[in-house]
C-alpha cells in the first residue's frame, strides 16, 4: 500500500522560511517522480515542484523559481520542499504526490500537471502572515 505522508507545515510570519517532508512508503521511488502542489481556499491546485527520482532532475513552477527548493534523502524515501522568503500568498494546502516516470522522457509538461501523479498525500497546511 503507497503511503506519503507530509509533515512541516505551519503558521508563519512573512519572510521566514519552512521546509516540508514527505515520507513515501510502498513503492520503489526510482519509479516514479515525486511532486508537491499548492491548493489555497477556492482555488485550484497548482504545481510547485517535482523531482525525478532516478536522475534528480527537478522542475519548478515559474513562480517559486529562486525561492522554493525541492530535495531528497535516500535513505529516508523523503522529498523536502524548502520554502524561503514566504509571503501571504504562499498560504496554502500543500501537498506531496507521485507519479510514475516513464522511461522515454515525456516532456515537462508530464512532471508538472496532477493529472499524471497517481498517488497523493493528505497535505500539510502553511499560514503566512504579513
Known amino acids: 500500500q503507497v503511503q506519503l505522508v507530509e509533515s512541516g507545515g505551519s503558521w508563519v510570519q512573512a519572510g521566514a522560511s519552512l521546509r516540508l517532508s514527505c515520507e513515501a512508503s510502498?513503492?520503489?521511488?526510482?519509479?516514479?517522480?515525486m511532486g508537491w502542489f499548492r491548493q489555497a481556499p477556492g482555488k485550484e491546485r497548482d504545481f510547485v515542484a517535482a523531482l525525478k527520482w532516478s536522475d534528480g532532475n527537478t522542475y519548478y513552477a515559474d513562480a517559486m523559481k529562486g525561492r522554493f527548493i525541492i530535495s531528497r534523502d535516500d535513505a529516508k524515501n523523503t522529498v523536502f520542499l524548502q520554502m524561503n522568503s514566504l509571503v501571504p500568498e504562499d498560504s496554502a494546502l500543500y501537498y506531496c504526490?507521485?507519479?510514475?516516470?516513464?522511461?522515454?522522457?515525456?516532456?515537462?509538461?508530464?512532471?508538472?500537471?496532477?493529472?499524471?501523479?497517481?498517488?497523493w498525500g493528505q497535505g500539510t497546511q502553511v499560514t503566512v502572515s504579513s
Open positions: 510502498g513503492l520503489t521511488l526510482d519509479d516514479y517522480a
Open positions: 504526490a507521485a507519479a510514475r516516470a516513464p522511461k522515454e522522457y515525456p516532456g515537462t509538461y508530464y512532471y508538472t500537471h496532477e493529472g499524471f501523479y497517481d498517488y
